[in-house]
């Protein structure tokens, strides 16, 4: 005796087009709407030129060429293969500074979120737990980090101790844990008074086991949102302060540097600053869309809506 097996109609199958061109062109764009897709090729992409930069640079950033300077892009009347985004005031090649330049923007915000996240992350879970003087002193640092000017401060300290990438670095640090720790301790406010862990705390478990075993969980969520929506504002600000002088140190293949290398010759070489500023773009709007889709995905009034 065999089972022959029928095959039921889906009703997605009435909705899709018959064409197999436009039925992959439907697929695809509902992927796209319900998945972050493009964002995630972006950062992909971002990670891939940080990681193999050595390999996929066609030239030494540091390295120009007095002879092929101002060589503009590939698509302008000029403009050469052995360059494909042109050439600057030096003659180094655009393309390999900004695949070296995707490596410290990585490195930077990399640090910067794991220290920042974690200590931030530490500190609102025992001053939401806590509370009394625990919960004020923690509150009234992030009240100190809110209202000192960033700028003013950086400018300050690398005037005192030059330009370093650490000392940016460390600088970001300083400045990047408030967040976390804030939205951390209100959440820890509210998941304190939870039932679940009024059990935990009447069989009689610790406050670290408490903490990190009960209350974490809970928050994790809303620490990856931050963490990915702070990313885009890191690359931004090490590029702002890169542009002003005073981040990473100029011999440094950064994006903020390209910029600013390219602004006395905007009217003649408008690529040398266009091209940093594109990658910049692209790369915090891809932070930002994909912690709009982490937030939605966390939440799941959201998640409903997202998936109607």
Do not use: K
């Not at 120009?64 to 403009?79: E, Y």
């Amino acid at each position: 005796m065999s089972i022959e097996a029928t095959y039921v109609p889906s009703p997605l199958d009435d909705t899709l087009p018959s064409n197999p061109v436009l039925r992959a062109l439907r697929v695809g764009w509902a992927w796209t709407r319900r998945y972050p897709v493009v964002p995630f090729a972006v950062l992909v992409l971002m990670l891939v030129c940080a990681i193999f930069a050595e390999q996929l640079s066609p030239h030494d950033p540091l390295r120009g060429n007095l002879r092929a300077a101002f060589t503009p892009p590939i698509f302008m009347d000029g403009g050469t293969w052995e360059h494909p985004l042109g050439t600057d005031h030096q003659g180094r090649d655009v393309l390999s500074r900004a695949i070296y330049g995707a490596r410290i923007s990585t490195i930077i915000s990399t640090a910067v979120i794991l220290a920042g996240g974690i200590g931030g992350t530490v500190i609102g879970l025992i001053a939401g737990y806590r509370g009394g003087w625990v919960d004020q002193a923690a509150m009234r640092a992030v009240d100190f980090t809110l209202a000192m000017p960033f700028l003013l401060v950086a400018l300050v300290v690398v005037v005192v101790f030059g330009q370093s990438l650490e000392l940016i670095i460390v600088l970001l640090i300083l400045f990047g844990w408030d967040n976390f720790a804030r939205v951390v301790r209100a959440e820890t406010l509210t998941l304190r008074e939870s039932d679940y862990v009024s059990y935990a705390r009447i069989q009689g478990a610790s406050q670290a086991r408490i903490l990190f075993r009960h209350i974490l969980p809970g928050v994790v969520g809303t620490v990856l949102v931050i963490g990915s929506l702070r990313v885009g504002s890191l690359i931004l600000t090490e590029s702002t302060l890169s542009f002003l002088g005073v981040g990473v140190p100029p011999d440094t293949p950064a994006w903020g540097i390209m910029a600013a290398d390219g602004r006395q010759h905007l009217s003649r070489a408008w690529w040398i600053s266009t091209m940093p500023g594109i990658a910049i773009f692209l790369v915090v709007m891809g932070f930002n869309f994909l912690g709009d889709w982490l937030r939605d995905w966390f939440d799941p009034r959201l998640r409903q809506l997202r998936v109607q």
